[in-house]
């Protein structure tokens, strides 16, 4: 078993102590992770800090260069970043093939919008006194970010912090969910075969309570990114008051579904938002609402989809569906669903569970404040409600303490355009589930979602500060 090193300041370096890391599906040994104690911390933060002025005065064209070399190594890489995925988080390789391509995709962007960071001309003469003055507005890096990020996109969403930081010209500590940290290394890798100079990314693994926290007490950092739950995001708002707070968070996504829809044509789309990557993403679909016409036959092929999901392996190239990330996640997501039947909802598909597998649940007769809708699920479960008028349906999906992003599906244009200016979410796909994301899109939550938004442009406005320039031309 291979022992792992902490990324400091550009060189490989052991840590005290290290822990065993287990694959979730056959709980293999599948290394032993470095544990970052304080000193360990420090010395990373110290590195980053060290290198900020001198990476952050090079050239634009250099920094997307470094970019644009990761994303062509990361081609190269494709098929080892992909089992890396399947075999630390238990994403089925299909699934975890998209996601390297999509990491590509986050770098590729990164390095073109290192290119044309946002900047401003102002009419100063607008306004009385603005006379013979001329304005421009810069963006500039705020400088140490410490970014923690989830176990679920190991690869794509660790791209959505370091991509937009790096392109704007901070420096980086890393600290990826103690169950994968195995892809954090391995781009960490690639950034120092791309030319990064040392100290611009740091990558150091550890629990979150305790080197995660350290990163958010330490005042030399001046971002915190942080992707993951909502339990711990608020944590995160108590502690890191004094500094930039960027806040992605879960969500329990909705969709919206007319009686005008053929529910066949979208019934395999929902079952991919619904049980993809076992319905451990953030815009899973959780509660579907679909006009009572359809309720019936929406039923139907949402089961027949279901179980004709394959499971088994993640690195079975057959399989659709594998185990949930840890057995503590699985039995929480199993009395849940437990707890739903015994209150009264009708299980469309048996809930069975073969190992840390379960199989794809469709529940019906739920209420709101059932767990399997007032919480996150983050598995593979699924509500189905039928409606009668819009407003009521509307009603239902904004029933919720979350919304990242709700989708809708009609071709009726007055339903669409009252659902998505009534539903209060991040974003509303018409004709699509809200599991849908393209990475230079404006992505994040509104309510417990979140703050903030991602996706490339975005991030890196949240991640630079505004600065004002005035001349003022002498008569
Ligand atoms: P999590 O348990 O909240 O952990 C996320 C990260 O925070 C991990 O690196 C974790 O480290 C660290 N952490 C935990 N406690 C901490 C603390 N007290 N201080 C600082 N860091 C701490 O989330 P997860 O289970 O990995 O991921 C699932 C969650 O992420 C879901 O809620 C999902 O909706 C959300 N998510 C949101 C988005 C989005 O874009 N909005 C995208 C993907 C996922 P350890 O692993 O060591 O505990």
Known sequence: METYKLFINGKWQDADTCEVLYSPFEQDEIGCIPVAGSEETHLAISAAEEAFSSYAALPAYVKSDILSNVATLLKEQREPAARLIAIEAGKPLSAAREEVSRAIMTYTLSAEEARRLPSE???????PGGERKTAYVKRKPYG?????????????????????????GN???????????????????????????????????????????????????????????????KQLQMEAYEKKLILELGSNSAVIIGDDVDVKQISSKLVKGAFGYQGQVCISVQRIFVQKKNYRSLLKALKQEAEEQVKGSPLDEAVTVSSIISAKEADRIETWVQEAVEKGAEAITQPKREGNIIQPVILTQTTPDMSVNAEEVFGPIVTVEPFETWEEAVQMVNQSRYELQAGVFTNRMDDAFYAAEAIEAGGVHINEIPTYRADHMPYGGVKNSGTGREGVKYAIEEMTARKLITFQSLP
Not at 121 to 127: I, R, S, Y
């Open 144 to 168: 140490v970010v410490g970014a923690i990020t989830p176990f679920n996109f190991p690869f794509n969403l660790v791209a959505h912090k370091i991509g937009p930081a790096i392109a704007a």
């Open 171 to 233: 420096t980086v500590i890393l600290k990826p969910a103690s169950q994968t940290p195995l892809s954090a290394f391995f781009i960490a890798d690639l950034f120092h075969k791309a030319g990064l100079p040392d100290g611009v990314l740091n990558v150091i693994t550890g629990k979150g309570h305790t080197t995660g926290m350290q990163l958010v007490r330490d005042p030399r950092v001046k971002i915190i990114t942080f992707t993951g739950s909502e339990q711990v995001g």
């Open 121 to 127: 001309q102002l009419n100063m003469d607008a306004v």
